[in-house]
């Protein structure tokens, strides 16, 4: 036989593969969705049988012997992962809201919503974000870890006056404050330049507290008019908003003039770079130190869509006594403080 594909051949086999792939995602899904599901009737009758037979905890011990016994294949069976299940179904009491929305997560991150949250409130936030932007264990457990849930839409901005709805609220809820570049490695006292140039360097995770769909576009940006240079510090564009982002990033307090300044990058860029398909682009100040009442004020007369937000080098000492060492996230990253094992429970060999 001819190695040479016949004609429409290979577009026909991308089309196969494609298919092939959302098959097997759908299928991963229905396998998570059923497991978790699984296990959630199981807590459920745990929680009922101790409530209305007054079983002890010993009876957990049992079960947990007895169905490692009787399906020695799947590791979801211990004390621990049963525990878990209990207090999964203690936290969740609406079988219609499990199977609607917990169920579509998998069992790990189920896990870390219920271990290391508080609130009803915050694991229902945690999980709707989590479906909604696809988050892996990984990445849900770095936003937990930062507090996204208290820093999520909260920079000062001027979105509902400048943009049309629902742009402007999805405008909004992609800019926090504060925004947090611990992982930069610079100090309180460095420089713009030095800042920006460990940005650069860390843009992977710079990108990831910038939040979903940031592209990194350029640093000093070139734009000339009427023969004069300007440099923009930082510029991203966001594939889900589709619109450029210019960051200003300022080494001190906010004042007024900062607001004008960017007010101006913000319409070079509308003029010079973006494209017919895009949408106006968005402006964020970054600042050591801001105070909301100016920045308000400092907005009213701006006529482009503009963001104003602090930027923390280390963790405030607020959200830091919350937060677990460096070496703890890294030994979480890798499954070891909750165990691979509890995490994967469920799974065949």
């Not at 051949?9 to 098959?23: D, E, P, V």
Request: charged fraction near 25%; glycine fraction near 6%; proline fraction near 4%.
């Amino acid at each position: 036989m001819s190695n040479v594909a016949p004609e429409g051949y290979n577009s026909w086999l991308a089309s196969l593969k494609q298919r092939i792939q959302s098959a097997q995602q759908r299928a991963t899904l229905s396998v998570n969705r059923e497991l978790v599901l699984l296990y959630w009737h199981i807590g459920r009758d745990i929680l009922e049988r101790q409530q209305a037979q007054g079983w002890g905890a010993k009876v957990i011990d049992q079960l947990a012997r007895d169905l490692t016994a009787a399906f020695p294949d799947m590791k979801g069976f211990s004390r621990r992962n049963l525990m878990y299940m209990r207090s999964f179904a203690e936290e969740w009491p609406d079988s219609e809201f499990v199977q609607q929305v917990v169920a579509q997560l998998p069992w790990g991150q189920n896990l870390l919503l219920l271990t290391k949250l508080k609130t009803r409130e915050e694991r229902e936030w945690y999980a709707a974000k989590a479906i909604e932007h696809g988050w892996s264990r990984n990445v849900m457990w770095h936003h937990i870890s930062t507090a996204l849930h208290l820093r999520s839409g909260n920079a000062v901005t001027n979105f509902e006056q400048r943009l049309p709805s629902p742009d402007s609220e999805l405008a909004q809820q992609t800019l926090k404050d504060p925004y947090l570049f611990d992982f930069l490695g610079v100090s309180n006292e460095a420089l713009e330049r030095d800042i920006e140039g460990a940005m650069v360097r860390h843009v992977t995770k710079l990108l990831m507290e910038l939040g979903e769909g940031f592209a990194f576009a350029g640093r000093q940006v070139h734009v000339e008019v009427a023969d004069e240079n300007f440099y923009i510090d930082l510029l991203f564009y966001n594939y889900r908003l589709h619109r450029f982002l210019v960051v200003e990033l300022k080494g001190g307090s906010f004042k007024p003039e900062h607001a004008g300044q960017l007010n101006f990058y913000v319409t070079l860029v509308d003029e010079h770079l973006k494209n017919e398909d895009d949408k106006p682009t968005i402006g964020l100040l970054l600042c050591k130190q801001q105070h909301r009442i100016v920045a308000e004020y400092a907005l009213r007369g701006m006529t482009q869509p503009i963001g104003i937000a602090e930027y923390k080098l280390e963790l405030p000492e607020d959200l830091a006594r919350y937060l677990p060492s460096i070496e703890q996230i890294e030994a979480e990253l890798q499954g070891d403080e909750m165990g691979d094992e509890d995490a994967d429970e469920g799974k065949p060999e």
